[in-house]
């Protein structure tokens, strides 16, 4: 059972715009929310984050959106570069556990 | 120092060999994990220690042994692999109580032959 789902496998946005990447997960006991980067044959490097007592989090050209009752969470990447080009991981914390999405693929167009 | 170091970086081995990955942190983290990713996959869970003890073990078959000799060090043994073991075998680290962030290394990219 998918706690956590990404429904768009692969995005791609011109350079300078921007990128949405959108999230839904089923447990409304997950207490906070990540989004990972990963390129090929490397580990996933955190990015943002966001706590469940929050609706947004920004860090840089990066922001994390969270709506509690849709269960939806989003992350918008402004401008968007093309070394932003990789696979998006949404995950989710709920007690000792991490829950990971199916991911995102993103290319940035130059 | 917020790095998880794995080695090696690459590993080629046959059906019938044993070997071991490894993994190192120094951030006083408590609870350490290994995840197997495939291509196109998210991470897939296979081990947590908690406080040095095995507190999660996703159903792996026994040919993946993990041992955590002290808190900061993590191993997998391998055994008598399938060609469908080949994949990126990622460790990860956070604190041991409702952990908020998970630190992953760079991955050990296994082949087996």
């Known amino acids: 059972d998918q706690q956590v789902k990404q429904n768009s496998p692969s995005l791609s946005v011109q350079e300078g715009r921007i990128s949405i990447l959108n999230c839904d997960y089923t447990n409304s006991m997950f207490d906070y929310f990540l989004w990972y980067k990963k390129y090929p044959a490397e580990g996933p490097t955190f990015l943002i984050s966001?706590?469940?007592?929050?609706d947004k989090n920004e860090d840089g050209r990066f922001t994390v959106f969270l709506n509690k009752s849709a269960k939806h969470l989003s992350l918008h990447i402004v401008p968007s570069q093309p070394g932003d080009s990789a696979v998006y991981f949404c995950?989710?914390?709920?007690?000792?556990?991490?829950?990971f999405g199916t991911g995102t693929s993103l290319t940035v167009i130059p | 120092d917020t790095e998880v170091t794995q080695t090696p970086k690459h590993l080629v081995m046959g059906m019938t060999n044993k070997k071991s990955l490894k993994c190192e942190q120094h951030?006083?983290?408590?609870?350490m994990y290994w995840y197997k990713q495939k291509a196109k996959k998210p991470p897939e869970l296979m081990f947590v220690?908690?406080?040095?003890?095995?507190?999660i073990n996703e159903s792996v078959p026994s040919r993946f042994s993990p041992e955590c000799p002290n808190s900061s060090l993590l191993n997998l043994h391998l055994h008598a692999l399938q060609p469908e073991d080949s994949a990126l075998y990622l460790c990860?680290?956070?604190?041991?109580?409702?952990?908020?962030?998970?630190?992953f290394g760079s991955g050990t990219q296994l082949s087996v032959l």
């Open positions: 951030m006083g983290h408590r609870a």
């Open positions: 220690y908690s406080y040095e003890k095995l507190s």
């Open positions: 995950a989710a914390s709920g007690g000792n556990q991490f829950y």
């Open positions: 990860a680290s956070s604190q041991a109580s409702a952990p908020t962030k998970l630190f």
């Open positions: 966001i706590s469940s007592i929050k």
